[in-house]
């Protein structure tokens, strides 16, 4: 439950569909509960749109932040690098 106590801090500068409303309690209770999800629904995005429509939003904003913002644009580079050794390697 640990995690749960952090969610108001991290919940105030969130990036687009992360966390929700973290920093009230009504907020807060909405996310703990899972009101906003449902099967198949990674995040609580625009409800006129098709599930899969969802799923290609989310999935780009988790590979923007993943290869571009969290490893600060370097790791992207070191990532090609590395896949570029290892055929390299491979063709030996």
């Known amino acids: 439950l640990t995690p749960y106590g952090y969610l108001p801090v991290a919940g105030k500068d969130a990036a687009l569909g992360a966390w929700g409303e973290m920093d009230t309690l009504e907020g807060f209770v909405t996310h703990f509960l899972r009101r906003e999800y449902g099967t198949f629904r990674l995040y609580a995005g625009n409800d006129n749109s098709k599930i ?3 799923l290609w939003v989310a999935l780009g904003l ?25 055929i390299s390697e491979s063709a030996r």
């Open 62 to 86: 988790y590979a923007r932040n993943v290869f571009l913002e969290s490893t600060l644009y370097v790791g992207t580079g070191l990532l090609l690098l590395g896949f570029i050794r290892a």
């Open 52 to 54: 899969g429509e969802q």
